[in-house]
């Protein structure tokens, strides 16, 4: 069993509220740019927008993974977004821990704010799909570590 650490070192248990998702099968650009839409609002305001992300009601910026994306005129600053439904979901599941980690410990949760959300690249998943020849063609796929940290604001 791997040993995973947070990304967010000046971890305090008195201030600090974390939650993990572990090698999510999402794609790593979504969950990334999902992360950084989050990052820095309260806790009930990220689980209302990421569903209104799952019913496309709202979308989400694409500010690093924009070369060829959808522009969206809902969007405040940026031009390009979308609608990654599977990224806000898994996302949305490690909120849910989160609230629920807030729970036991016993926080104000109309207070939590998000101060750290990342999502980074896992273990690659290699299966290779057999072609005409003897030949084959690699089929990667790449799982994410979804991480969200929050404290009383």
Known sequence: MPLFRYA????????HIKASGREVDVS????????????GMFLTD????????REKEAAVPFRRFKRGGAHRSEINGFHAGGYPVKAASKV???????????????????????????????RIIRAYTPRAQGRSSPSFNTLVHIEVV???A
Do not use: W
């Open 46 to 53: 990220a689980k209302e927008y990421l569903e209104a992300v």
């Open 28 to 39: 790593p650009k979504t969950a990334r740019e999902v992360c950084r839409a989050i990052n």
């Open 92 to 122: 949305l599941e490690v909120l849910n821990n989160l609230e629920a980690n807030a729970e036991f410990k016993g926080r104000d949760l109309d207070r939590m704010k998000i101060i750290h959300a990342t999502a980074a690249r896992g």
């Open 8 to 15: 967010f070192q000046s971890y305090d248990p008195l201030l």
């Open 150 to 152: 929050a404290t009383e």
